[in-house]
């Protein structure tokens, strides 16, 4: 069975760093695209970055730009989210998804349960 766990939420200050984790398992990693997305209390879920396997690309959103760097170690089946300099508004529940076409920007086909980033002022 197809799994995506995300791990590395916590409660940080402003300014501070969090690296999320997403294990897979159950399916074939490498040939999947792997994306970060967050959904925040009355805010559009919105795509934070991803990483193609297929041609080595990577997204990042505006937002998290220069700030969020995301990384794979496929002998892990893993992908990492690392968050520096983390303000208020990256408060959201972070949830990573897999896209078996194996290229940013598709809807995703299996989705982890998601982790709990609070920032706090």
């Known amino acids: 069975e197809a799994q995506l766990v995300e791990s590395g939420g916590g409660l940080v200050q402003a300014g501070g760093s969090l690296r999320l984790s997403c294990a897979a398992s159950g399916f074939a990693f490498d040939d999947y695209a792997i994306g970060w997305f967050r959904q925040a209390p009355g805010k559009e879920q919105e795509a934070v970055s991803c990483?193609?396997?297929?041609?080595?690309?990577?997204y990042y959103a505006d937002s998290v730009k220069g700030r969020f760097t995301i990384s794979s170690d496929n002998a892990k089946s893993t992908v990492y989210l690392q968050m520096n300099s983390l303000k208020p508004e990256d408060t959201a529940v972070y949830y990573c998804?897999?896209?078996?076409?194996?290229?940013?920007?598709?809807?995703?086909?299996?989705w982890g349960q998601g982790t709990q980033v609070t920032v706090s002022s």
């Open positions: 998804a897999a896209d078996r076409q194996g290229y940013c920007g598709g809807p995703g086909d299996y």
């Open positions: 990483i193609s396997h297929t041609d080595g690309s990577t």
